[in-house]
Structure formats: C-alpha cells, structure tokens
C-alpha cells in the first residue's frame, strides 16, 4: 500500500510537470516462499469423497488445503480467479437434464457457493464420473468472464441432433443466466481448462478421446474427419496407478494447447502435443505471460507436479513434485491476472 502511494505521487508530480508516464501495475498476485507465485487449484479425492480448495506454490509445489472439507460441492472442472482476488469454478449440475452452474469459492475458507446455472440450456462439461477435470473458465485481461461447456442450445449443437463440442460463452458473473453464445470449438473433442494473457490470447487443451464418442449428449456425424487441433493419442497414456490416481483413465495424456479465438471460439493448434506422459489439468498465464499448469506425469509411480508451457510450441516442462496434498488429484489452476494499466494522461505546459 506504502509503494501504490509513492507510485501514484511520483505520477502525479511528473503530470504537474507536463510528462507523460508509461504504464502503471495496479497489483500483484501473491508470492509463495521460493519467490514463485501462489495459484488455487482443486483437490480431487475420489467421487463420494469429494473435492477441497487449496492454495498452490508454483515454486516449490507446496500445496495448502482450506479449511471447508472436502464435499462434492467444490468438484470443479476448472478455476478463475479475478484480479482483485475472487476465485470461481464452473461444475456440472447432474440430472436427468445435465446443466453448468457457475461457482464461487471464499478464498479464506474454501467455501463454495453455487451461484446459478449458466445459459438456459442443457449443457455440461463433460466430466468423467471418475474426475472432474474438463471444460473451462477463464477472465481475459480486460474482465470479461469466458466459459467453455457443452451446451445444448441450438447454436452449439450445429445442427447435430445434440450438443457434440465444447462451445465458448461469455458469462455474466453477477447473471449466469444470460450467458451469450460465441463460437463451437472442436467437434468430438474433450477441453481441458481454458486461460487467458494480457497480451489478449486465450488459449485451452485440446484430446480427442473415443471413450467419450457423445461427449455428453450424442454420437458424432459419421462423416466428420480426424481434426489436428487434438492429441493423435487419444487419450490413451499410460495408466496411472495407486491411490485415487487409478480411477483416472488417462484422460488427456499429450493434448494439444489450442490458441481459442474469443470472439467466435475457434481453435488453432500449437504443436503436436504437450508430452506423452504428462496430463495438464489447469493451465495459467501470469502476469509477466508465463504459462503455468499442473496435472500429472505418468509413470512408475505418477507423480502431481507443477508444469511450464512454451506457449510457442505447446510442450510442457516438468516442475517440482506437488507436497502436502494428501493423495488428492489436482483439478483447475486460479492466479489472479494483474495487467499493466497505460495511463490516459495528456500533458499539461505552465510558464
């Protein structure tokens, strides 16, 4: 608070003297103990167990579990967090008629508060009964508020008997409800977290999965042809063994990252995958446009980690080792977006 204050003197007094300044970093996200920042992420402990809010150092790995327990009510597919601190998940709402629900996480306690359907729609995210680990969520540099579900309003479903792609809408925090369609992604394809930069990418996860041939809705037009911007693996890595890891059937192994365009929702590949032993299952940029993940390395044992991702190439690096987690699996990836404002500041001459 100190430093905001003789940041915006110094501002003011080169204004009285007629310069223009630059850019000013309204503020920053926190730090973790080895000087990386702090993220949220979602710890999955199995179907009946339930999932818990718990604070990452993308540092070291640490992990730091909130104090609500874990309930199926805080299972997410994915995570968000504002600039000003607020952290939102978006989950499917189960039923015979399936909706997405926007939720709101209190990032003292780790307390989640469903604060209502998204669209008018049936839709979902996708999500395996085993992991809640698809679908997106994402605030862009300027505040606007992106989710990509299934949705199954006409415009998602394409002229497909039921929705068949995760679709991209633009949400209103304080009216899901009103959700505004924007663009179909990938027809046939899982969605894996969905991230914004300052810079104005967007960018998602992309696995082509035949276990999932509906996604959630129905089966894909015979006729429609193998698409690049999904991993050629489909899905199939190795198989993760021990603790609540074997209920994960491999889920994303080497998906594709995909720049989503957030103006009609389309997917560019970037690469031909993020590595055949590793699953991403939130995917972050920084403020400085570093892009963070967290998921799994495959292996023997498979391990949780922290990853890096070139966001040229689409290759992940394999960080530090998750501790302190107790045997959950990690879902979703939140740190706060804090982008360099310019300052509108026309210059004022005395003499």
Same mark, same amino acid.
């Given at each position: 608070m100190i430093l905001r204050r003789v940041v915006a003197a110094a501002a003011a007094s080169l204004m009285a003297c007629g310069v223009v300044t630059g850019a000013l970093v309204e503020s920053a996200p926190s730090v973790g103990a080895a000087g990386g920042p702090t993220a949220y992420t979602i710890q999955f402990f199995g179907r009946e167990e339930g999932c818990q809010l718990a604070t990452v150092d993308l540092s070291t790995g640490a992990v730091t579990a909130l104090p609500t327990a874990a309930s199926r009510g805080a299972c997410v597919g994915d995570l968000t967090e504002t600039a000003d601190g607020h952290v939102?998940?978006?989950?499917?709402?189960?039923?015979?008629?399936?909706?997405?629900?926007?939720i709101q996480f209190d990032t003292a306690t780790g307390l989640p508060t469903d604060l209502g359907r998204i669209g008018t729609s049936t839709a979902s995210l996708g999500t395996s009964p085993a992991y809640p680990a698809y679908g997106g969520i994402t605030f862009d540099a300027t505040g606007r508020l992106f989710v990509s579900m299934i949705g199954d309003d006409d415009a998602c479903k394409n002229g497909q008997s039921s929705g068949d792609a995760f679709c991209l809408y633009q949400v209103d925090p304080a009216n899901p409800l009103s959700a505004t369609f924007k663009g179909l992604g990938t027809l046939t394809t899982n969605e894996q977290a969905l991230t914004a930069s300052c810079d104005g990418r967007m960018m998602t996860l992309a696995d082509a999965d035949p276990g999932f !041939?509906?996604?959630?809705?129905?089966?894909?037009?015979?006729?429609?042809?193998?698409?690049?911007?999904?991993?050629?693996?489909?899905?199939?890595?190795?198989?993760?063994?021990?603790?609540?890891?074997?209920?994960? =059937?491999?889920?994303?192994?080497?998906?594709? =990252? !995909?720049?989503?365009?957030?103006s009609n929702g389309a997917?560019?590949?970037?690469?031909?995958?993020?590595?055949?032993?590793?699953?991403?299952?939130?995917?972050?940029?920084?403020?400085?446009?570093? =892009?963070?993940?967290?998921?799994?390395?495959?292996?023997?044992?498979?391990? !949780?980690?922290?990853?890096?991702?070139?966001?040229?190439?689409?290759?992940?690096?394999?960080?530090?080792? =998750?501790?302190?987690?107790?045997?959950?699996?990690?879902?979703?990836?939140?740190?706060?977006?804090?982008?360099?404002?310019?300052?509108?500041?026309?210059?004022?001459?005395?003499?």
């Open positions: 939102y998940g978006v989950a499917t709402v189960e039923g015979a008629a399936p909706t997405v629900h926007l !041939n509906s996604l959630q809705f129905g089966g894909a037009a015979a006729s429609q042809a193998t698409d690049t911007t999904t991993s050629t693996t489909s899905g199939d890595g190795v198989a993760p063994q021990g603790d609540v890891t074997a209920q994960v =059937l491999a889920l994303g192994a080497n998906a594709i =990252l !995909n720049l989503r365009d957030p997917m560019t590949p970037i690469g031909t995958g993020v590595g055949t032993d590793s699953e991403l299952t939130g995917l972050e940029f920084d403020s400085s446009g570093k =892009l963070w993940a967290i998921g799994s390395q495959f292996g023997a044992p498979t391990v !949780n980690r922290i990853f890096t991702v070139d966001p040229t190439t689409g290759v992940a690096t394999a960080g530090p080792a =998750l501790s302190g987690d107790a045997g959950g699996l990690p879902a979703g990836l939140a740190l706060a977006l804090t982008c360099p404002v310019a300052l509108q500041v026309a210059p004022t001459f005395t003499g």
